[in-house]
């Protein structure tokens, strides 16, 4: 067939489709903004309930608080027992009265709780990812069956003491020092200061990474605060956050404080500990991140259909404003389907510490950006805090940062790609 032919034939057959509905043709009738590629169909009718469950109590709970809480830097103390109460905490972990849900349905939880107030996942974050899942992960019988029960309700409070003041992206050169007791057997003195801790103020369980001062080995301490001697724990708060200021950030400041070894984890040392906790918190940062992203886009789309400018036509009409939530709502919808894939991978055992630096860095780079281009949307309007958006784009370069800079993450990946170790 010469391609004239080829083409007539291709016209006519176009033709005749063009005539069979839509939906026959493998077409929707209608477009879904909110899901756009429809991840919804991806999930399990379990994993949709816990989505619904946590949103209503995030909309309804959360989201009358959040300005107060912002403007205060005021943590209510109370929402780790709310959310305990709703199985929200720990729960991908199973037994312990823990949920035992999906990785995919705790990232759905988390993002729900984004989509509030990152500062609120943040708290949530680490109570489940960090502190319960080393308890969980690396701790004795003894430590899980008396703590994970508390902190899934919600009861004790945990936070998770690595980074230094002297030390952020660089874990390994701790100065915290763990030295056994010079006249108790069994028990070890931890001295040293650990900052930008969510949640420490509060805590009653505090995961403290030392170095042990007889071999140089990291390990895993577990400090119960009701049983600390006055003077060897101090958690003060870090005030005047520009950012995360719905969460309660301070400092873990150790002077000889005594853990029994039974305190340590036994059979993990280095920094596989800490990495395999951040791990699992940085995917569910990834999904966390999407949430904020969905929520500014709600909020500037409303703003733009409502804004009336120029002879009195809807921002929203304008090519530049539709530029913008079409480029925000490609980057949530290919985020959302990322996180998913990288979740299920997990729960498949397929999972590498690279993919969640991909996930991580990439949905948080995007979060950022497109919050900080929809803000403009408003105009402004933006400077008001009654309009969220700017509170989003403060707490979004956080999240950009913390568990990972992107720019680490990229190393690691460059590490992967290559074989050659860029950090050093």
Not at 14 to 19: F, I, N
Not at 135 to 152: C, M, N, S, V, Y
Not at 163 to 190: C, F, Q, W
């Amino acid at each position: 067939m010469n391609p004239s032919s080829f083409f007539r034939t291709a016209s006519r057959s176009a033709g005749r489709l063009s005539k069979i509905p839509a939906a026959s043709r493998g077409y929707a009738t209608a477009f879904k903004w909110e899901d756009p590629l429809l991840a919804s169909e991806l999930y399990t009718e379990d994993e949709l309930a816990i989505q619904e469950t946590a949103r209503q109590y995030c909309q309804e709970r959360l989201q009358p608080r959040v300005l107060d809480a912002y403007r205060n830097e005021n943590y209510d103390r109370k929402i780790l027992e709310e959310m305990g109460e709703l199985g929200l905490l720990g729960a991908s972990i199973e037994g312990y009265g823990c949920a035992g849900v999906s990785t995919v349905a705790s990232g759905l939880i988390t993002k729900e709780v984004e989509r509030v107030d990152s500062g609120y996942r943040s708290g949530m974050s680490v109570q489940s990812s960090l502190a319960m899942t080393a308890i969980h992960e690396f701790g004795t019988q003894e430590l899980k069956d008396r703590l994970l029960p508390e902190l899934a309700k919600g009861k004790l409070a945990g936070c998770f003491g690595l980074t230094e003041p002297n030390h952020g992206s660089d874990p390994g050169s701790m100065e915290t020092i763990a030295r056994e007791h010079p006249t108790k057997k069994g028990v070890y003195l931890l001295s040293g200061s650990k900052t930008w801790i969510t949640n420490s103020p509060i805590s009653d369980i505090l995961i403290v990474w030392a170095k042990l001062q007889s071999t140089g080995k990291i390990r895993g301490f577990v400090v119960e605060r009701s049983k600390c001697p006055p003077g060897t724990l101090e958690t003060p708060a870090l005030k005047n956050k520009s950012a995360l200021r719905a969460s309660i950030t301070g400092m873990i400041q150790l002077d000889d404080c005594p853990v029994p070894v039974e305190n340590m984890f036994p059979d993990v040392e280095g920094l596989t500990g800490p990495f395999t906790c951040l791990n699992s918190a940085r995917l569910g940062i990834a999904f966390g991140a999407m949430g904020a992203l969905e929520d500014c886009i709600d909020r500037a789309r409303t703003y733009a259909l409502e804004r009336k400018q120029f002879k009195g036509n809807p921002l929203a009409k304008y090519q530049l404003i539709q530029k913008k939530l079409a480029d925000a709502v490609t980057d949530a919808t290919y985020g959302t389907l990322a996180a998913t894939q990288v979740a299920r991978l997990k729960d498949a055992g397929k999972c590498t510490p690279e993919m969640i630096s991909l996930v991580k860095r990439q949905n948080c780079d995007r979060a950022l950006a497109n919050s900080r281009t929809l803000q403009e949307v408003f105009g402004g309007n933006a400077a008001s805090d009654e309009y969220h958006i700017a509170r989003h784009v403060a707490n979004l370069f956080v999240v950009q940062t913390y568990e990972g800079q992107s720019d680490i993450h990229a190393l690691i990946l460059g590490r992967a790609i290559t074989g050659v170790q860029a950090f050093v």
